[in-house]
């Protein structure tokens, strides 16, 4: 089966390439903003903290565009990042998990990358968790592109971000310039509807507000290994369902800007994780994230720049997990507040100086465990960090530049870390970039590691930071005008890997520095954007991740990647695409394996005639449809679950479907 759907999704692409070089001669199809060079002159600022372009940057970037997250039809952060060179995603029904370049621990909770909004970090104070799925809750309808930098990204950004920085940025007043609704129904119950206003004012005001509301029924759900007559035979029906709702809104004025975003979702839990009672109603998880930020920016002189930022962020869990008749009800509330001040001066024309410091102090990590008889937990675990970080960028030569930095963070938890990065980036022509990277980077135990539950997870206060020492060599070159190559090869060791361990002793979890992790790999990518309207892209990525203390593969890290996915014009207002990802077997926690597996889907976007000067009809002047079928060839495929799953790995959603209707005003 495997083999046969990997010939089809090549079929697939190879159609959609054909169809659309011949097809999109029968209209003038208008590919200004979709080409290669508007592509590769776009700004980006996670990188470096300031703006410069993909090509420029002291790192491997991926810039995922508002066009295509339209065309390839995501909805949610993990959609995009499956489709991601070097990353993959796992899903345990309840919450998604992102890996890169070969890691992803079970159930980490994402706490090994970064997520920024608008350079405000979306990671939590108590998991370090980052949201990419329905718990995220924003509407992609709102982003105009998002930034993916690989490798270490201490040196400016701290702890977490050890992986990848990923930074959302959302479409300015100006970029909407006006209202857009959104109503969406597809396979297993699936409806959700959005908001989006934007406008930027005759007094210099830029505004826009989004809301997202969004609900999934779930589906039926069979586990082989509850098949019993007193768990239903293994059968969780309509027990993943889904709810989540968002809101956002951002007020550029002048030199200031605010933005606030709120989300909440609960989602049920199908999967008797954590030994909970199977199939029962009870089983559920609640997630509220919200935060507020004012930001000033402003420019001394042409070679002199001051950003200052506060911000206050809240995080609120809620989990209700049924044993024998009996809720056990575990809550987590954080609350912080924090500051950044930052100065970036051009020394000279060739030499740019940014220094930075942060300062945030977290009032509110608490964490609760209860059941109506007992109380395990009841505790607050306040901290505090304070950062200083320095940046200098030199052009030695007109081709040559050279990029060194170095963060100090102090945490009132675990002391201190400093972690320095250095970059030399050489374009000996407008068309080629080589890059030499080095990177370090930490992660400080969480309080959820340190301190545990106080029941079956006993806290550990001596945890070290967990650190990472990457080396990678890139080389970006224009093959030809409208065809852009990558090929990366990387290497890394991770130091005081934090893992979960049975304490002889007393047989309870704990978390222990216990591991240690080598990784490396090779990643390549074409990418191209034609005149006739087609566009498309083609990754591979070989890696290999193991445990050289116990002389294994590291559990979760597929060995081989694919990803692809060709969109075209068949006039000005209709068009197709095609996706496709082939990933090969991963090791599970019980050391089984998964099969490897292909997937396939394909879309169609019927755009609003006022974006093509076409057509007279006042409804589909302004009207949007699309539609979307995933997993096209109905593949039967698992990603590996965690510790708290007697399942080896999950069954992934079959085909299914989603259409989409967008009115523009």
Avoid at 178 to 198: N, V
Avoid at 227 to 244: C, F, K, Q, S, V
Wanted: charged share 20%; hydrophobic share 35%; net charge negative.
């Amino acid at each position: 089966m495997n083999r046969m759907a990997i010939s089809l999704m090549f079929v697939a692409v190879g159609i959609g390439a054909a169809a659309g070089g011949a097809l999109a001669q029968m209209g003038d199809t208008n590919v200004a903003d979709r080409s290669l060079d508007s592509l590769l002159s776009i700004e980006i600022s996670t990188a470096a903290k300031y703006a410069q372009t993909s090509q420029e940057a002291p790192a491997t970037v991926t810039i995922v565009t508002s066009e295509e997250i339209e065309r390839y039809g995501f909805h949610t952060l993990e959609d995009v990042l499956a489709t991601v060179r070097g990353f993959y995603i796992s899903n345990d029904r309840n919450y998604s998990y992102v890996g890169v370049r070969g890691f992803s621990r079970p159930t980490d909770y994402n706490n090994r990358i970064l997520l920024l909004l608008n350079g405000h970090s979306l990671n939590e104070n108590v998991y370090g968790s980052a949201f990419i799925g329905t718990d995220l809750a924003l509407d992609l309808d709102l982003i105009d592109r998002i930034e993916i930098v690989r490798g270490p990204g201490s040196a400016l950004y701290g702890t977490n971000a050890m992986f990848a920085v990923i930074n959302l940025i959302t479409k300015t007043g100006n970029g909407v310039d006006g209202l857009t609704i959104s109503g969406e129904g597809g396979s297993y119950g699936r409806r959700r509807g959005g908001a989006i206003f934007g406008k930027r004012f005759a007094s210099g005001l830029d505004l826009s507000v989004s809301g997202l509301w969004g609900d999934v029924d779930g589906q039926r759900l069979y586990y082989k290994e509850y098949d019993a007559l007193a768990t239903n035979h293994g059968i969780a029906e309509h027990l993943d369902w889904d709810r989540y709702s968002s809101g956002m809104a951002t007020a550029a004025w002048k030199r200031f800007t605010l933005q606030g975003c709120t989300s909440v979702r609960r989602k049920g839990i199908p999967t008797g994780a954590w030994g909970i009672d199977f199939d029962n109603d009870d089983a559920m998880t609640l997630d509220r994230r919200a935060f507020v930020e004012l930001r000033f920016s402003d420019s001394w002189s042409a070679d002199k720049h001051v950003m200052v930022r506060g911000y206050y962020d809240h995080c609120g869990y809620c989990g209700t997990y049924p044993f024998d008749g009996q809720d056990l009800i575990e809550t987590t509330n954080g609350r912080w507040f924090g500051t950044e001040g930052q100065f970036g001066w051009d020394l000279r024309t060739d030499d740019r100086l940014t220094l930075g410091v942060e300062y945030q102090r977290h009032p509110g990590a608490d964490y609760h465990a209860s059941t109506p008889d007992s109380v395990y937990s009841d505790a607050s675990f306040p901290y505090r960090l304070a950062s200083i970080y320095v940046q200098n960028e030199l052009q030695l030569t007109r081709d040559l530049s050279f990029t060194a930095g170095v963060r100090w963070d102090d945490h009132s938890t675990v002391g201190s870390s400093t972690t320095p990065r250095a970059a030399l980036v050489f374009s000996p022509h407008q068309w080629g970039t080589y890059k030499l990277l080095y990177g370090e980077a930490f992660r400080a135990p969480n309080i959820y590691e340190t301190h545990g539950t106080g029941d079956v997870l006993k806290g550990n206060p001596g945890l070290k930071p967990e650190r990472i020492r990457t080396v990678e060599v890139a080389w970006e070159q224009r093959l030809t005008p409208e065809l852009w190559g990558t090929a990366s090869f990387y290497r890394y060791v991770m130091e005081d890997l934090i893992d979960q361990t049975i304490d002889p002793a007393d047989s309870l979890l704990q978390y222990r520095n216990i591991s240690r992790a080598e990784a490396e790999g090779i990643e390549l990518e074409l990418d191209t954007r034609l005149r006739s309207g087609v566009d498309g892209y083609i990754s591979y990525t070989l890696e290999d991740t193991n445990d050289p203390v116990l002389h294994e593969d590291l559990s979760n890290c597929p060995h081989h990647l694919v990803r692809m996915g060709v969109t075209c014009d068949l006039r000005r207002y209709l068009e197709v695409a095609v996706r496709g990802q082939y990933e090969s077997a991963r090791t599970t926690i019980y050391r089984t394996k998964t099969d490897p597996y292909s997937l396939a889907g394909v879309g169609v976007v019927l755009k609003p005639r006022h974006q093509t000067g076409s057509g007279t009809g006042a409804l589909f002047n302004h009207l949007a449809v699309s539609l979307w079928i995933n997993n096209l060839f109905d593949v039967t495929y698992r990603t590996p679950g965690g510790v708290e799953h007697r399942q080896p790995a999950l069954a992934q959603n079959g085909r299914n479907f989603v259409m989409k209707l967008q009115y523009e005003l």
